[in-house]
């Protein structure tokens, strides 16, 4: 069997250990691993001495806004800082495109966009809203790889779904399979606090922090934990911001509840200090909050008790940030950051928090793929698995610039910021679309995910 592709030399990262070995590519797939040198030739190789190779990433958490907000973001650029950050497959959430995914219609809209400009592998998340129960099956039939609400307000098309329509979602996944994503703070809290600080004359950047104090967040998820309980439902809570609130998710896994969590880049390398120095670039909900609940998380990242890390990233037009320079009531609430989200992993983790690499494969690729029932086709370097693979020089040190971002709007937190470690090449499906001084067009390459062709 002539080979497509063999990447040689590197240190192959796995969740069950790191290896020394070439890996042959033959029609997308990972066809085999064999010791350094063992391997015959092939139409191309590469050579990866010194590099870790690393499962492709799968980023359960991105916002890509096309159709109807294309001008914050949308797949072609998209993708393209997908394919740059070594992430190659994403779930992508049903808003803030406009119209939302929340039917079969706004799902065929967005999929005939997506088909076209893609340059990663994506699935697509359907929406949970106070008005559409009666879609959820369509949305079934469709694929969705999960269903998305907000206990509290998204401020953008997407309505809020109380607790009736939360348990009847739960109820929903219990019966017919699937997972609900669940943005969880209390909204009731949130705007009490917002009407009396901004009644105060409040528009500094702490007035944001100070609308949503951590009582919010742990409030929001006990009360959907308390749900999962009462209907046996799967559900997944999104960008934890709080320490305190990976501990109920954690605990309620260990009594027998199907919940699993994500947390976001940005709670881990920013705190509030930041944030206040930065502005409406770091603005996003939950906000970052203080150094010491920074460091508690990754204590709890380093245990064990995350289940993936997402980027969250939630680009807008820089327009819709620079307005709120100076009242950060008006800035749009997201943060472009999917670039930065392996070079946080390996700076902030492996070299400064001894993070073995085969916990960085988990919280990188595995934990999402098994969670999103793709683990084995993705999150994986095996053979059968398709060759997703991503080569990382983790001794690089560099510093993001506005340059280096492939978003269509050059706003990002982490302009400025040093990392060690940096991506050098992604293949998706075996193809390069990420090479070093080099950008192949893979506009199309990316394929669609569904949730039965994971089973």
């Known amino acids: 069997m002539k080979l497509d592709l063999i990447i040689r030399g590197g240190k ?43 499962p492709g990433g799968v980023d359960p958490h991105v916002h890509l806004n096309e159709p109807g907000r294309g001008d914050w973001e949308g797949w072609e650029h998209g993708t393209r800082a997908a394919a740059a950050a070594g ?56 694929g969705v790889i999960g269903f998305k609400a907000f206990m509290s307000d998204s401020g953008v098309d997407f309505t809020t779904a109380h607790d009736g329509i939360l348990y009847q979602g739960l109820r929903y996944v219990a019966a017919h399979g699937g997972i609900l994503g669940v943005h969880a703070e209390n909204d009731m809290m949130a705007r009490q606090l917002t009407r009396e600080l901004k009644e105060a ?20 998820v006990n009360r959907l ?26 605990q309620a896994k260990a009594e027998g509840l199907a919940v699993t969590c994500e947390t976001c880049g940005h709670y881990l390398w920013f705190d509030q200090e930041d944030f206040v120095r930065i502005g409406p670039a770091a603005k996003c909900d939950p906000p970052i909050r203080t150094a010491e609940n920074r460091e508690a998380i990754w204590k709890r990242v380093l245990s064990g008790k995350v289940d993936c890390i997402a980027s969250d990233h939630s680009p807008s037009a820089a327009a819709l940030k620079a307005k709120g320079q100076d009242n950060i009531w008006e800035a749009w609430g997201g943060i472009s950051g999917i670039q930065a989200l392996l070079p946080i992993l390996l700076t902030e983790g492996v070299h400064r928090r001894n993070m073995p690499l085969t916990l960085l494969a988990r919280l990188w690729a595995g934990g999402a793929a098994r969670i999103f029932g793709l683990y084995g086709k993705k999150g994986v370097i095996a053979p059968g698995a398709d060759a997703d693979l991503v080569i990382a020089d983790p001794e690089k040190e560099w510093t993001m610039t506005e340059e280096d971002l492939k978003s269509r709007n050059k706003v990002s937190p982490y302009i400025g910021s040093t990392f060690k470690g940096a991506v050098e090449r992604t293949f998706v499906r075996g193809r390069m679309v990420c090479g070093p001084d080099q950008e192949p067009d893979a506009r199309g390459w990316g394929r669609l995910l569904r949730r039965e062709d994971t089973k």
Request: with cysteine; proline share 3%.
């Open 201 to 220: 004359g409040r528009v500094d950047r702490m007035a944001w922090v100070e609308s949503h104090p951590p009582v919010q967040e742990l409030e929001g």
């Open 12 to 54: 192959v990262v796995t969740e069950q250990g790191v290896y020394n070995a070439d890996i042959a590519v033959k029609d997308g797939k990972i066809a085999g691993l064999a010791d350094w040198g063992l391997l015959d030739r092939a139409e191309e190789e590469i050579d990866a001495t010194g590099k870790l190779i690393l």
């Open 87 to 142: 992430v190659t497959t994403i779930l992508e959430m049903p808003l803030n495109c406009t119209p939302p995914i929340i039917n079969t219609t706004n799902w065929e809209a967005k999929q005939e966009v997506a088909r076209k400009l893609a340059c990663v592998d994506y699935a697509l998340w359907g929406g949970l809203v106070d008005d559409n129960l009666k879609e959820l099956d369509g949305l079934s039939q469709k």
């Open 225 to 250: 934990l308390y749900l999962v309980r009462h209907t046996g439902g799967k559900a997944h809570v999104v960008h934890v911001g709080l320490a305190e609130a990976i501990d109920l998710v954690y």
